[in-house]
């Protein structure tokens, strides 16, 4: 199947810092990514959908100025954590959706990459 | 508004005999339903995916599951566990209307004693 990969996989950084996280598509067009944020033990939650070379549509209750979303081009999004604390912590995971006709949706072309585990000291 | 319950936060199971995770969901349209697995500290892998097709769904590693509309179920069943199962499984929802967002479950965790 299609590779998504994240980058990087692990990042433990000061409180106060910025940390950009690399999602790119490898093998494959990628109109749409998402990005979700996994907390221990729970379940995916949707932050944000990049479309490429438009603003990211964030979910209620997300800042988009804490989490700045860029998707410049067909193969890559970055998330950025601006100035991370401790309760930013934690596993985010992306994923993409490849080209298809009809909407990449409806036939479950979408990828994940290995998510990325950030710790804020 | 589309939603999914899974029934069994934790199931445990011995190697060798079956496994049954519960899903149900609810959709305003006709859904496009999956199951996915996730190991420690890893991404999601597709295990199956319903997209109005075959309701008995055929997945990788011996997987399988059923669309039930009556039931609004998707359970995932595998007639005989191994030890590389155990990991987290989520099933997801994506609405056949305007809306392409996926809905995910609590997630499962499958557990396999030896």
């Known amino acids: 199947g299609a590779v998504v990969s994240q980058h990087p996989s692990r990042v433990i950084c000061k409180s106060g810092t910025s940390v950009k996280i690399e999602c790119r598509s490898l093998d494959f067009q990628a109109t749409t990514m998402f990005w979700y944020r996994q907390f221990p033990k729970q379940s995916l939650m949707l932050m944000a959908t990049s479309n490429e070379g438009s603003k990211a549509t964030y979910e209620q209750g997300v800042e988009k100025d804490k989490f700045l979303i860029n998707h410049a081009s067909l193969t890559l999004s970055t998330l950025t954590v601006t100035s991370a604390h401790p309760e930013d912590s934690s596993f985010y995971i992306c994923s993409a959706g490849r080209l298809a006709y009809g909407g990449y949706a409806n036939t479950g072309e979408l990828f994940f990459g290995e998510g990325s585990r950030l710790t804020v000291l | 508004a589309q939603s999914v319950t899974q029934l069994d936060s934790h199931v445990s199971v011995s190697e060798g005999t079956p496994v049954l995770l519960r899903c149900n969901y609810s959709?305003?349209?006709?859904?496009?339903l999956f199951w996915y697995v996730q190991h420690p500290n890893k991404g999601l892998q597709l295990l199956l995916k319903y997209t109005s097709a075959a309701t008995l769904v055929k997945g990788i590693n011996g997987f399988e599951a059923e669309f039930k509309k009556s039931e609004t179920s998707f359970h995932l069943t595998k007639p005989s566990a191994h030890m590389s199962d155990a990991a987290e499984y989520f099933c997801v929802v994506i609405d056949g209307g305007s809306n392409y967002k996926l809905t995910f479950g609590k997630g499962t965790l499958l557990t396999v004693n030896p």
């Open positions: 959709s305003s349209y006709s859904p496009s």
